[in-house]
């Protein structure tokens, strides 16, 4: 199954997919932790999406859609993926029209305020792409999954928080009417418990949890 994960910046499309992906044995496909990725080894991709990231701003289309394109490529995409951030754009929905078959795209929704206080106490790997909160996290300070340092992302930092949220309701937001006229698009609350809100994505989906 191919499913695009939709929602605001701190909807918990990362959470959530990290463990649909894992319940269903397909691959994340992350775009934000591809881009972090990119800049922590400093590549050329890497250097061009800072200015744009740390601005909380979006990444130029062209860049993007063909990192996409190419991931989708490889064999462990074969049986299925989640979208996790991608499309964010009228544009790149209609390239990914182009180069995949979309079965399902969930949208997570959540109010402002709420995402405001889950992303300033986010902590998150840049090893493996696991993602805490602060309130869960007590001393600890490194991945449980694989023991790397955890660290704040510079975008969640309060100014950039309230950019990006401005930048998905003008840029992002259309594409809820976008996949709503294909029939693709099925809404989940997300301003639940992490459990609560994984097993209605798995009802969604048709999947026995
Ligand atoms: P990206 O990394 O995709 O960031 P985002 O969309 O802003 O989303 P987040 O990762 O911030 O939130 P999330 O929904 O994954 O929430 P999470 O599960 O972590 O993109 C970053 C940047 O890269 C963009 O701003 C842009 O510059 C660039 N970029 C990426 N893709 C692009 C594209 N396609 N085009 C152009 N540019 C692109 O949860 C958040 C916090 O809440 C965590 O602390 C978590 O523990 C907590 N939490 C999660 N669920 C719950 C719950 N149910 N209850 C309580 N707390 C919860
Ligand atoms: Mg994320």
Known sequence: MNIIFLGPPGAGKGTQAQRICSA???PQIS??????????????????AKKFID???LVPDEVIID??????????????????????????AEALDTFAKID?????????????????????CLKCGATYHVSM???????????????????????TVLNRLKVYHTQTAPLIGYYERK????KVDGDQEVDAICGAILKTLGVRA
Do not use: H, W
Request: charged content about 35%; overall charge negative; glycine content about 12%.
């Open 31 to 48: 775009t934000g932790d591809i881009l972090r990725r990119a800049m922590k080894e400093g590549t050329e991709t890497g250097l061009k």
């Open 24 to 26: 269903l044995s397909i």
């Open 137 to 159: 996290l007590g001393e600890k300070t490194t991945c449980d999954v694989c023991g790397e340092e955890l660290i704040q992302r510079e975008d969640d930092k309060a100014e």
């Open 183 to 186: 029939g693709l698009l099925r």
């Open 104 to 124: 399902c795209v969930i949208e997570l929704s959540v109010d402002d305020q709420v995402l405001v206080n889950r992303l300033s106490g986010r902590r998150v």
């Open 67 to 92: 990192i996409v394109k190419e991931r989708l490529a490889q064999d462990d995409c074969g049986k299925g993926y989640i979208l996790d951030g991608f499309p964010r754009t009228v544009p790149q």
């Open 55 to 57: 601005a909380g701003q």
